[in-house]
């Protein structure tokens, strides 16, 4: 990367492209000029030169020539769109004008930094842009610190996005982005952006089901294997907002930050420091299949936690036995996961305080007697004895009015003085701004993992925001929104830092809480509550488009599955589960022998392609719905590869086309599913032809290279 300060020249360069921008002679405006394939650094000085000479030849009455070019566009000037920082001056003032103060480039183990520090020239307020370029990776992340350096007066943040990512100026802007909400994330929506804006975001205090802060931009023709595709997203588990902007002729500007509008300004102190969630942006050349291998490789490099490590097959006891939990039947469960081949069981909710139901218990971390008279202990050391590691549900953030911890405190929650919040789930989300509450957590949970000997936590978090006062405090109110986020991720930390050996499960009532924010901290996903295989196919394809395999957690469940009551063979929901990270969460004492006997020998078989799945390259093969479409992965040295093939309906008496694979060596042999040698170069031309019959019908199909 370069910044030269003499031409304002800033270029960018990642293994397979290059990022450029300038900074403005007079005004001191960072201007994009370029983000595509590689280019040189005379190429960005000659984009530099005509850009502002194209800009400057604009006529410019109504309008900022500049408008949507900008890199990061300030509130008041010539600024006609949304700016990415807004900030409230004594006495009303909204406008800032900057100068460019210093640069600094930084280099650490892979990759480099560059810093502009600007600094408001009639203000005492300096804005820090970072960008971050990999050596491994085409991925650039942006980040942005403000510093009010009056010793006086405190500001208001109105606004502070991570960055705003310029896409060229093209005559169609269609835009992909995932939406859904509770049992049915990550749906892939597809939109043209028109002349004026478009605004996803989350304003409930999560990262929400209801849309996955990601979006994806090309020109309406770029498929799964062509095309060119700006992608982006945020690295942050509570409220955001995404807002595409463009006008008649112009690029999309794309900002992107934390927060949302309406929550109220983020007072800032003298001499406080705001630094934003990174916001990380990629450009892809191949369509959107190379778009997710890039985001997946970038994801296991630099923001999972110990990602090469192989996830167990997990017991969940959640959909097995509800809230019904007590020691008997969990070992008796425990035992036979452990005789199916599981890893990992995990207790779900239902163990502590006075939990019969929902009504009651959350925030009284103690083991309910009743249930478990012993304590957890007995439960621990025999999931221990058959070989398993046990893990744990908590749900952290909240408390039931009916607990004795809201007896206690129930100036904990978010309330406004002198009125009822109001309950979801008949429950409250606990100030996790407030340091003492922070504090308390992180002991209740510390003083859980070090008396248990536990292996895993899956954190979950039930309820949106509501009532968001903090009548104690007022002033603090503005900011609950962010160190909500920031307290969570706070306990989290020290909880990982104090006890190693825990692995994190990442879960919101589902995917509402799925984000690169959460996962450099967490260990793996769960992406929904909806375990039905077909609606899971959908909600599977659309997380795949930003997170990897290895982060999402899978369960074969019961039928009819309680969400919409279908039908579908075990075969089919365990082909759909080992598409990620396998899991188990049906009442196996309702078992058959025959039942056991199938999910025994997929068990056996999902170990011994697990390293496949999960830290091999996916490849969407189709989508679901479609007849037979599949998904495949390929290990990095292309030597084994694994396609689940799916159809979910026959239709007339036709056999599956051939579906044609991806990644493979195309002069390699690969013998198939321990039969047949095929080049690979047959493989990917032509495809493979699953013989599979009737609705619901599936196939795992292994390939390797020969040497
Ligand atoms: C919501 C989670 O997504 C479920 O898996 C389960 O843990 C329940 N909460 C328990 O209340």
Redesign the pocket.
């Known amino acids: 990367m370069t910044y030269d300060a003499d031409t304002g020249l800033l270029l960018l360069d990642t293994p397979h492209t290059s990022y450029s921008a300038y900074v403005g002679r007079e005004d001191d405006i960072p201007i994009h000029t370029y983000w595509g394939p590689p280019i040189t650094a005379e190429d960005a000085a000659y984009l530099a030169t005509s850009t502002a000479e194209r800009l400057a030849s604009q006529w410019a009455c109504f309008r900022s020539a500049a408008n949507r070019h900008e890199e990061y566009p300030l509130d008041g000037g010539l600024q006609f769109g949304r700016a990415a920082l807004s900030v409230e001056f004594p006495g009303a003032v909204r406008t800032i004008e900057w100068r460019l103060a210093r640069h600094e480039i930084t280099a650490g183990p892979g990759h480099q930094e560059l810093a502009l520090w600007f600094e408001a020239r009639h203000q005492e307020l300096t804005v820090t842009l970072y960008y971050r370029v990999y050596d491994d990776s085409d991925v650039i992340d942006r980040s942005v610190v403000v510093r009010n350096d009056s010793t006086t007066d405190a500001v208001d943040v109105h606004r502070l996005d991570s960055a705003a990512w310029v896409t060229p100026e093209q005559p169609r802007h269609r835009m992909t982005h995932l939406t859904g909400r509770w049992a049915a994330e990550t749906q892939v929506r597809r939109t043209d952006l028109t002349d004026g804006h478009l605004v996803l975001e989350s304003r409930r205090g999560i990262t929400s089901h209801h849309a996955n802060p990601w979006f994806a931009i090309d020109d309406g023709t770029a498929t799964e294997e062509s095309g060119r595709v700006y992608s982006a997203t945020l690295h942050w588990s509570g409220s955001w907002r995404m807002l595409a902007q463009r006008e008649l002729d112009e690029p999309a500007q794309v900002l992107f930050g934390w927060g949302h509008e309406g929550f109220g300004p983020r007072r800032l102190e003298p001499g406080e420091v705001l630094k934003t969630p990174v916001s990380s942006g990629l450009f892809t050349a191949d369509g959107f299949g190379a778009m997710s291998h890039a985001w997946h490789e970038y994801a296991l490099r630099h923001v999972l936690p110990n990602s090469g490590e192989l996830r167990p097959v997990l017991f969940?006891s959640?959909e097995a036995t509800g809230f019904d939990v007590d020691e008997a039947g969990q070992r008796a469960l425990a035992r036979q996961a452990a005789d199916l081949g599981c890893e990992l069981f995990v207790l779900?909710?239902g163990w502590f305080g006075r939990r019969s139901g929902?009504q009651a218990g959350l925030g009284d971390w103690w083991v309910n007697t009743g249930r478990f008279p012993r304590g957890l202990k007995p439960l621990i050391d025999e999931v221990h004895a058959l070989g398993m590691g046990f893990g744990l549900?908590i749900?952290p953030e909240m408390v039931n009015p009916d607990s004795d911890l809201y007896r206690a405190h129930p100036e904990w929650t978010y309330h406004y003085a002198g009125r009822e919040p109001h309950t979801m789930r008949h429950q409250l989300v606990l100030n996790l701004a407030r340091p003492d509450v922070a504090e308390w957590v992180f002991g209740e949970l510390d003083a859980l993992l070090s008396a248990n000997d536990i292996q895993f936590v899956?954190w979950?978090m039930?309820r949106p925001f509501t009532d968001t006062g903090w009548p104690e405090q007022p002033d603090r109110q503005g900011r609950l929104w962010l160190d909500h986020v920031t307290g969570v991720y706070g306990v989290i930390d020290a909880l990982r830092r104090k006890h190693p050996g825990v692995a994190f499960e990442a879960?919101s009532?589902?995917g509402g809480r799925v984000d690169f924010g959460i996962m450099a901290r967490t260990d793996q996903f769960?992406p929904s509550?909806n375990t039905d295989a077909l609606d899971r196919r959908y909600i599977q394809h659309g997380f795949s488009h930003l997170y990897p395999a290895r982060t999402m957690s899978c369960w074969v469940t019961d039928l009819p599955t309680f969400i919409n009551k279908r039908r579908v063979p075990l075969s089919y929901r365990f082909h759909v589960a080992m598409a990620g990270v396998l899991g188990i969460g049906g009442d196996l004492n309702a078992w058959t022998a025959e039942e056991t006997e199938e999910a025994r020998r997929l068990i056996a078989q999902y170990k011994e392609i697990r390293h496949i799945v999960q830290h091999g390259r996916l490849h969407r093969l189709g989508e679901p719905g479609r007849s037979a479409s599949a998904v495949q992965y390929v290990t990095a040295d292309q030597k084994e590869s694994v396609v689940l093939v799916y159809q979910e309906a026959q239709q007339y008496d036709s056999n599956p086309a051939p579906i044609r694979l991806r990644g493979l060596a195309p002069e390699g042999g690969y013998r198939v599913d321990g039969g047949a040698v095929l080049s690979g170069a047959l493989l990917m031309g032509h495809g493979i032809t699953p013989q599979l019959t009737g609705d619901y019908a599936s196939t795992l199909i292994r390939l390797e290279l020969l040497a």
């Open positions: 969940n959640w779900d909710d929902d549900w749900e899956k979950d039930n879960c009532g589902g769960w509550d």
